[in-house]
């Protein structure tokens, strides 16, 4: 590793934020406010379906559920605008695999190569949407972790009970922690869910650029910024469609030796 | 965003490996295709898998606790779908607190649940094992036949015994509920349920 | 490991065993002492006073409960200024026909409020949600607007008391309302039942005890276990609804007989005795079998009240 990372007040923030969320999940449906977990939310006659449920569904059952076309797009539109900052601040896997990674030994590799390689999360995506349409088979452990969670923690607050959950949940973080790369190799490499919402954040707010006038790479082959970067985007040479994964955890801004990283509102 | 033929390759491999792993794990369920009893207004089975997101808005709108997540004993494919488990709570459709209203189907946010009428809902019925019956081993007990909202589902012989009319039954799960045996003498299965074809 | 050490893992030992032992001592359950009952207020010479006021349907049911109640010698024998009082109706469930009217219970909760006391209807319902029950069959409302309270014993504290007279049955598990009360009023509707062949007050008492409680009844002796409770929570008053009486089979789905009459007694089981000769009249079957029901008669034993209809003065009435 590049020097010892500082846990910043951003982490700290990102860690409540993630905490908030399910405390709000599990607290709601006690006041009827609010119901489900990341597949669908009701709020009363508002409902809201996460795409990649819907084109699971629409897939499996072969036909185009315009009933619920309504809900999905609510959905799109909140991607849409705010990107994978989901997985950043809210989802509490990937929080969690950021700091199980430091349970087995790493080692980081510097400048991560020309080419962007986490292309395997296409495959993944692909392959939920494929398993689908042939074989009607749908695990929601696997594609989406997180809902896995929520519902975890409504099952618990609302009867008491551990469901069958918490095996999945083991092994998500089994193989995170066997995959000796990098951490969050869950979130780039395979996560189902995350590659739906990145692939889809097109206006993706508050994206980091680096300014090339203070980035000292050239002259010291620093790279610092890449290499914590637990998305593994290269961001020296990013382009738009890279950028579409980043999860705004703002470690590039912080860590930065020189402050060339910027964080920009849009574009 | 470049891609070598070598790396489509090898990507084309590990997504036709995906699938077959899929595949190989749907082949290995547990219990087939899940054979538990669903809430009111389910679809059939094969449709129930696909259009349940398992988003889990049914269990937290019971009123009485009687949707449980279905675990992997009732087959990996059924994981954390929604079933009705009458040790948990009965399922008040019939009568009780959903009698005009039944929660779950009207929030069900894709239609696996779909609101359908309260006559047209058979959820399965009982088994009953007389053995574990109190009122077979001669205590006077007939709390199914005081609790069942159908009439006639359970009638008693002339000793004051029940017996269970399968044709009857709505499948509710009061009486297996409300059974005060250490074992219950009853149990709910999906024999006879009614799905609703999509 | 040096004596220091070994002084100090003991010290937090004996720290550990006497907080735990001072938790178990203050948290654990206590068996309290049996609810104290009074003997029958109702009496007359040494008998029991039981009053039968029939009416017509078009008469006014707070009437009926009125002169039911003045008959035996009006609530003020049980009732006085400050005293808490639980009415308990048998609701069971989310049916009609099995509870009471709800303008018998509003007219009882009158009733109490004009001798002085405060009232809570109590109800802990073998079926589904008490609250919603009550609602549904109207005793909600009804009682509320008449002024008292309306309480779901399911929310309510839960005390373990003993049985000293119980034969099956030496303890008992039931609410803080019921314990604490001053006076308890028990508000059933006529009915037959399968297995206790009646329902009226002796076995109404069965809505104040927590579900796992009438699992129990059943498992050990039904009959005997309502006798049993009946020595601890024993009504004072009883004001039976036989404006419709549930005839042959129940206590849901059988055949609802208009009958407008309002029975009142103090002794449960005089009233529970009477009441069933009167549905079995109605049904047209022998009265003798009276004699054969289990509840009643082991009550009667356990000196609860009595059976014996010379012990019993009746004071009947027609209403024009």
């Known amino acids: ?267 | 965003m470049r891609i070598t033929r070598r790396e489509f390759i090898k990507l084309l491999v590990e997504g036709a490996a995906g699938l077959g792993l899929l595949r190989f794990v749907s082949l290995v369920p547990l219990k087939g295709q899940a054979d538990v009893v669903r809430p009111p207004g389910a679809v059939v089975e094969e449709q129930f898998n696909s259009l349940c997101v398992r988003c889990g808005i049914c269990l937290e709108v019971c009123p009485t606790k009687a949707i449980v997540l279905a675990g992997f004993d009732d087959g990996i494919e059924a994981v954390d779908t929604p079933k009705i488990d009458p040790l948990s709570g009965p399922c008040e459709f019939f009568r009780g607190r959903c009698q005009e209203v039944m929660r779950c189907s009207k929030s069900c946010p894709t239609g696996a649940l779909q609101t359908i009428d309260r006559k047209d809902v058979k959820l399965g019925s009982v088994e009953f094992d007389p053995g574990k019956c109190l009122a077979y081993k001669g205590k006077e007990c007939i709390v199914c036949d005081e609790m069942c909202p159908v009439f006639e589902a359970i009638t008693l012989t002339e000793d004051l015994k029940p017996v269970f009319h399968e044709e009857k039954c709505v499948g509710c799960g009061t009486c297996v509920h409300a059974c005060p045996a250490d074992p219950k003498a009853l149990v709910l299965l999906p024999k006879g349920a009614k799905r609703v074809v999509w | 490991m040096n004596r220091r050490t070994f002084l100090k893992i003991l010290g937090a030992l004996a720290a550990v065993a006497g907080t735990t032992g001072i938790l178990w001592e203050v948290l654990r359950p206590k068996q309290e002492p049996a609810r104290t009952v009074r003997p029958n207020a109702y009496t007359e010479g040494g008998k029991s006073l039981l009053s039968i006021v029939k009416g017509k349907p078009e008469t006014d049911i707070e009437t009926l409960v009125r002169r039911a109640v003045d008959s035996i010698g009006g609530m003020g024998k049980i009732v006085s200024s400050g005293k808490t009082v639980v009415v308990k109706p048998a609701i069971l469930t989310a049916d009609k026909n099995c509870a009471p009217d709800p303008r018998v219970v509003a007219a009882v909760v009158k009733l109490v409020r004009e001798a002085g006391g405060s009232v809570i209807v109590a109800e802990c319902s073998g079926n589904g949600s008490s609250t919603y029950n009550l609602n549904y069959v109207g005793i909600t409302s009804a009682a509320q607007e008449a002024g008292a309270q309306v309480r779901d014993l399911q929310t309510d504290k839960e005390v373990w008391m003993e049985i000293p007279k119980g034969v099956k049955l030496r303890d008992v598990k039931t609410y803080s309302t019921i314990y604490k009360c001053d006076v308890l009023i028990s508000v059933p509707r006529l009915k037959r039942h399968g297995s206790s062949t009646v329902t009226i007050s002796l076995k109404n008492m069965m809505g104040t005890v927590p579900p796992k409680e009438m699992d129990r009844f059943h498992n050990v002796d039904l009959s005997q276990c309502i006798a049993d409770l009946n020595t601890v929570i024993k009504p004072d008053l009883t004001v039976v609804d036989a404006t419709y009486a549930m005839t042959k089979s129940g206590p849901t789905g059988g055949v609802m007989v208009e009958m407008n009459t309002i029975m009142a007694a103090g002794d449960p089981v005089a009233i529970d005795t009477i009441a069933a000769q009167k549905l079995y009249e109605l049904e047209g079957a022998p009265v003798s079998g009276v004699v054969g029901i289990k509840h009643i008669s082991a009550a009667a034993s356990l000196g609860v009240g009595t059976n014996d209809p010379s012990k019993i003065k009746i004071i009947e009435e027609k209403l024009s």
């Open chain 1, 1 to 267: 590793m590049y020097g010892k990372m500082k846990i910043d007040r951003i982490e700290v923030l990102r860690i409540l934020a993630a905490l908030t969320v399910i405390f709000i999940f599990a607290i709601a449906p006690l006041f009827g406010i609010m119901y489900g977990s990341t597949p669908a939310l009701s709020f009363g006659s508002l409902t809201i379906v996460s795409p990649l449920e819907f084109a699971l569904a629409c897939l499996g059952t072969k036909s185009l559920l315009t009933n619920l076309m309504v809900p999905t797009l609510i959905a799109i539109l909140i991607i849409v605008i705010l990107g994978r900052f989901f997985c950043g601040w809210i989802c509490p896997v990937g929080l969690m695999l950021e700091y199980t990674h430091a349970l087995t030994v790493r080692k980081r590799r510097r400048g991560i190569g020309t080419l962007w390689k986490n292309r395997e999360k296409y495959v993944a995506l692909l392959a939920v949407l494929v398993a689908s349409f042939l074989f009607n088979f749908i695990l929601p452990y696997l594609y989406s972790p997180p809902g896995t969670v929520y519902r975890s923690v409504i099952y618990f607050v609302l009867y008491g009970v551990i469901g069958p959950d918490l095996i999945v949940m083991a092994m998500i973080f089994a193989m995170d922690m066997l995959a000796v790369r990098f951490d969050r190799t869950w979130c780039n490499s395979l996560c189902p869910l995350g590659t739906a919402i990145g692939s889809l954040s097109i206006l993706n707010l508050l994206k980091p650029k680096v300014d090339q006038l203070k980035c000292v790479n050239f002259d010291l082959n620093c790279l610092h910024c890449e290499s914590i970067c637990p998305m593994r985007i290269p961001l020296t040479r990013a382009d738009h469609w890279t950028m579409m994964y980043c999860n705004k955890c703002l470690k590039c801004w912080i860590n930065c030796p020189v402050k060339a990283v910027k964080i920009k509102i849009l574009g």
